[in-house]
């Protein structure tokens, strides 16, 4: 056994490899003799190839192989010829060695072949890159590729239902199952959204959540780019994973916050109740979280401290909370949650602040509030604030 071969392997290296492809697809015993054989006789490599199968099982997409829905017809019913020959056992598997990605292509094409237009999560927030900095300053709801529901209200309400989708309470639009729907909530605005499995998000300012209409398959796949806070609904055999830029957090049913704006330096994830798992998406290391810790990434490095839950979800009920926090971090906080635009001096970087801020105040009163115990000075000239130090 060439056990070398897989020397200096990464995960993501066996994503790349026939015979771990055929393993992975077809499950079949002589496959899986020879990987437990691989991991037997390589026990460094254990943990590599479990998450190289979890990667496999959550972001592996093959859907865009240029493949016409004809030519998979043609190969599958040779595919399934070969099968049928069992005798040809060995001579199948040098076939399958050397064709590995056009076989998994088919195999995902058949099972899927109701829905082959269906791109996956990823795929689909890549090509459908909606902006939260647009000029819209309402809420955005795109329930399908060509319908748009605008929502004026400061806080909207959103339920998907059976076979509708509510808003405030009413009835808008259809739900189109297949179809995947992106909610953009803009700086000033908030959301509560509530998916098909009665999964709750609080969506804060600023943010883009990407879901499915319903959820088919072996898990739930969300993704966020902004702050939101989960209460998922229990489903031991459809996990919950919610996908960022930089991470994937995955949970069973749980409550936690997710902060994972794709223009801040880092990632941050607090756990209110139950358990969730967290891969990064740069190196597949995870870190598991028990309740009242926060997992925080930035530029490539991860952390886990104990933390006051209450002081990072009480957004949700419109207080904020600083803890020794640079005053231009809390401007750039502030200014998503209103709306406004502030600028600020370099000044500001070097004072710190701990305390709370309600944000049922008007923006103004919070900003001049400030003014009494730092030194800076607060002016305001066409909906613009200008804070500088004194």
């Known amino acids: 056994m060439e056990i070398n071969k897989y ?9 790349k490899d026939d015979d771990f492809l055929r ?28 998450d190289a199968i979890e990667l496999y099982k959550t972001q592996v997409r093959l859907n865009d192989y240029s493949l016409t829905s004809e030519q998979a017809d043609v190969y599958h019913d040779v595919f399934q010829h070969r099968v049928a020959q069992r005798r040809k056992r060995k001579t199948l598997f040098y076939w399958l060695s050397g064709a590995a990605s056009v076989l998994l292509l088919l195999a995902i094409h058949q099972i899927y072949k109701p829905n082959n237009q269906d791109p996956g999560l990823l795929d689909f927030v890549n090509a459908n890159s909606l902006s939260v900095d647009s000029d819209s300053k309402d809420i955005q709801l795109y329930v399908s590729s060509d319908q748009l529901i605008t929502i004026e209200e400061k806080e909207a309400d959103i339920a998907y239902n059976t076979d509708s989708i509510q808003v405030t309470g009413k009835s808008l639009a259809e739900v189109n199952a297949t179809e995947y729907s992106q909610l953009v ?16 998000l609080h969506v804060n300012s600023g943010t883009k959540v990407v879901y499915p209409n319903r959820f088919m398959g072996d898990t739930r796949e969300i993704y966020v780019n902004g702050e939101v806070f989960l209460d998922v609904t229990h489903n031991e055999k459809q ?61 490539g490095q991860a952390s886990v401290t104990r933390v006051d839950v209450d002081k990072y979800i009480s957004w949700v009920q419109g207080i904020l909370y600083a803890e020794d926090e640079r005053l231009d971090v809390l401007m750039t906080k502030l200014s998503r949650y209103y709306g406004k635009e502030i600028l600020f001096d370099e000044g500001l970087v070097n ?4 305390g709370k801020v309600d944000l049922k105040n008007d923006l103004g009163e919070v900003l001049n509030g400030l003014t009494f115990s730092f030194r ?3 002016e305001q000239e066409n909906g613009t604030y200008r804070v500088s130090t004194k």
């Open 7 to 15: 020397q200096g392997y990464k995960a993501i290296d066996f994503l």
């Open 23 to 50: 393993w992975n697809l077809f499950q079949l015993e002589e496959d899986n003799a020879y990987w437990t054989k691989v991991m037997v006789e390589g026990p460094e490599l254990k943990s590599l190839i479990e």
């Open 185 to 200: 909530v803009p700086k000033g605005k908030r959301s509560r959204l509530t998916l098909s499995d009665g999964t709750t």
């Open 239 to 299: 996990p919950f994973i919610v996908r960022t830029s930089e991470i994937a957090v995955r949970v069973l049913g749980t409550k936690f916050n997710v902060q994972a704006y794709e223009e801040d330096a880092g990632t941050q994830v607090v756990l209110a109740s139950g358990a969730v798992q967290i891969t990064s998406n740069e190196n597949s290391k995870k870190i598991n979280l028990t309740p009242s810790q926060m997992y925080d990434y930035k530029a």
């Open 351 to 354: 004072q710190k602040c701990t």
């Open 376 to 378: 800076i000075k607060v």
